[in-house]
């Protein structure tokens, strides 16, 4: 509700100074610090003053005066040097919440239906991530942003399929997820695709390591892969073969060649072995994503963009358009490379370098090949075939088949370079926008692929390829005690300690799942001995699961996160259980007001204008404030590509009703229709906060 009034505030000024002044602005608003200084403030007078030459204290009086009756908004008021501040309407405000709290209610119930004829409603999203009443809350907002991008592609999680997940890859499939969620609760067409690197170098290592060091059997593989924890057995096997490797580097560039060779061909029991690993493992990552509610639509494997060619056809464009060049002297003779001149900033008249490492120096080198002088394809050559599949450019497409191994209640899609699916989804349509979560370790790559995008005249297609990026996990020395690892007396003195899967240093994405839960199941116990067993486990789940996710949520991107137990789990402070708590308390005050009979009661227009207005109106109306204003939350987090936002608003909404549930006795009011007024308020807040939870993908159990 807050941002359907802030947009019509916004076309309201907009208009007006069109017409008055003859000027075509973009009107900023913010939010002003404080309550009594309005809900929206816009400095839009300042940048008039620049055109008109005139004092933006004298335009702002001007606009207040003429502008006129806006909808929703109760008085426009000149603040400062020019400021124009907006105070709502909060009869009008209340009523809109209300309704639209309303609608969700008839969707989710199934009675309000989708009239195509009228044209009245989008095709609501489907699969996994949907937020189930997205396309209510945006209609008559001017969210029908979603048709006019077209389809958004998300790719994310993307993990080398040659051992289990590790906290790191659960931080970008989180990230990821919650964005889908987010995008689909604004109205986009969204379709989640997982990347899933069955040729590269991380599953020819893991090959090699079976083949060639355990010197065991394709059938062996076969086998074992069947069982349970393979994804934990190649884990080692391959912080086994980094050791075996970085003994003799000359064996292993010969060893990898071969056997990466062997891989994109499709030939040889190299490449049987790669397949086997590699999709056993792919299903292992599914299942261990389906406990934290992430599931996706295709599962685009690097294989088919060399069998079918992808590879080949975007390989000619390149070169016919020169965008790749063969290195014919140096090291990199008889490589195809795309030639790169790193830009550089500069600061107040000052040219600012980013110092790089040799290793990073030599990495982002080998990024620029495209081809190897030994033929191979680069993984960022198959990124850029990929990425333009993914806008349509490639001019072919995959063929499709069900992936057979997914999680109870999912319909996975996978590329295949077998025959074709005809009931497979149209997964070859263009994307108008695409977000690739990948660390911001790969930032460099993500801009070749740009770079290869723009060097083909695709320019519009690189602005649109957004890379979501992030930092890396790590854990305090206090959670990598827990998980069994031996710190050094140095190492335990540092604020963090870092993680590396090559190494076999980490935390594996199932055993911390499982650590949460324990801990969770140890404290629903104790509170709740009349829960049956299966409820027990199931209120735990959704408490180490709410957990795990807001803790890798409310930092924002940029931040380094140091996992810890015992600050995820606590039911206090800035935490999903906090969060999930102020729902189970509410609903615990809404059940006693069915038993008291006292939600039966319809609150006045007049009630409402008192109670909102009077001497503690300033404080109810704060409340009320937040639970309508999620549409901004929203629309703030895809503005800024910050899921971080969303994971705020539900912790602020949590801490003002917990306020607001201590400063008010309830269900004790004596004066009826104020009682009537806060139980209505703590349903609004109770519909709000669950619908933030459910766009970080956290579930508000009944009890805790």
Known sequence: MYQALTNRLREALAGHIREKYGVELAIALERPPKIEMGEAASPVCFELAKRLKKAPRLIAQEIANDLGKVEG???????GGGYLNAYFDRGVFWAGVQEEESAEWRVA??????????????????????????????EGQGAGRGEERGKVIVEHTSINPNKAAHIGHVRNAVLGDTMVRILRDAGSRVQIQNYIDNTGVQVADVVIGLLQMEKVTPVWVRNRAAEAKFDYYCWDLYAKATSFFLADKERAAALRGATLKA????????????????????????????????????????????????????????????????????????????????????????????????????????????VRSNGTVTYVGKDIAYQLWKFG???????????????????????????????????????????????TRQAYVQEVVAQGLRGLGHAEAAKNSIHLWYERMVLTPRCAAEMGYELSEDEARKPYVEVSGRRGLGVKADDLIDRLEAAALAEVAQRHAEMSSEEQKLTAHAIAVGALRFFLLKFTRNAIIAFDFKDALSFEGETGPYCQYAVVRIRGIRRKGVEAGAINVEVTQESVSALL????????????????????????????????????????????????????????????????????????????????????????????
């Open 73 to 79: 908004i109760a008085k426009i008021e000149v603040a």
């Open 109 to 138: 119930s199934g009675e309000l239906k989708k009239d195509k004829e009228k044209g009245q409603r989008r095709d609501a999203p489907t699969g996994p991530g949907l937020a189930p009443s997205a396309e209510v809350r945006r």
């Open 393 to 439: 450019l490639l001019g072919k497409d995959f063929h499709y088949r069900k992936w057979p191994d997914v999680p109870e209640g999912q319909t996975v899609w996978s590329t295949t370079s077998d025959k074709n699916d005809p009931e497979a989804p149209n997964f070859g349509e263009a994307a108008s926008s695409v977000y690739n979560v990948i660390d």
């Open 263 to 370: 891989i994109e061909q499709g030939t040889g029991e190299d490449a049987e072995v790669a397949q086997v690993v590699a999709d056993a493992i792919v299903g292992c990552h599914l299942q261990t994503m389906a406990r934290l509610g992430i599931g996706y639509e295709l599962l685009a494997r690097e294989s088919e963009i060399l069998h079918l060619h992808f590879w080949d056809a975007a390989f000619e464009m390149l070169k016919k358009s020169g965008a790749i060049q063969l290195a014919e002297s140096g090291k990199m003779a008889g490589c195809w490379i795309m030639p790169w001149e790193e830009e550089v900033k500069e600061v107040q008249d000052v040219k600012e370098v980013k110092e790089k490492t040799a290793e990073e120096e030599e990495e982002n080198s080998q990024d620029k090949i495209i």
């Open 613 to 704: 207005g009077g001497a503690e109106g300033n404080s109810l109306w704060e409340l009320l404030l937040g639970a309508g204003s999620l549409d901004y939350a929203v629309d703030a987090a895809i503005a800024t590509q910050e899921p971080a936002f969303m994971a705020k608003y539900a912790f602020q909404l949590a801490q003002a009703f917990n306020n607001f549930y201590h400063k008010h006795h309830i269900l004790s009011e004596t004066d009826e229709q104020k009682r009537a007024f806060l139980l209505r308020l703590t349903e609004l807040v109770e519909a709000q906060l669950v619908r933030a939870l459910g766009l970080l993908g956290i579930e508000a159990p009944e009890k805790m």
